[in-house]
């Protein structure tokens, strides 16, 4: 059962030695940490050596959850990866957030249920504006390249012999939108 620490800033400038410094203060055995992106977990090595690394009853312990996960999902799979391997998540920065205890799993559990809810508001807002837009009036989607007039203009002189590739210039499109527009 042991601490282990992640460390990770996003960019090569910056740095973190006060995340290793505040891990190896909570007792961390091991520390992982790198400069990478946290858009993903492909793009973070050290993660993945620390994910292989744990052993059942192991803590990871990073100094804010930020530096762990970038949302609420991948913070959610990460926690179930955890479960799966019988280990524990705690944040130095966020106290509530220490899955060894009864109420920091119930802490994360109410938080993601909390960005859950906020989702399905902002989800709601934005169908709502949409609708009041699209009665509005509003288009949405890219502008047409041609006119219906040009479409029109474009197929009789197509069927006059013109090519494609030729009306393609005359129109200023490519020949695929011309395709398109002709098919």
Known sequence: MAKVGYARVSSKGQDYTAQVAALKAAGCE???????????????????KLMKALLPGDTVVVAKLDRLARSTRDLANILHELNEQSCGLTSLGEPWCDTTTEI????????????????????????????????KGTKFGRKRAMTPEEVRVAAERYAKGETQAQLAVVYGVSEATMWRALS
């Open 30 to 48: 091991r520390i992982y940490s790198e400069k990478a992106s946290g858009k993903s977990t492909d793009g973070r090595p050290q993660f993945k």
């Open 104 to 135: 920091g799993r119930l802490m994360i559990t109410i938080m993601g249920g909390i960005a859950e809810f906020e989702r399905g508001l902002i989800r709601a807002r934005t169908e709502e504006g949409l609708e009041e837009a699209r009665a």
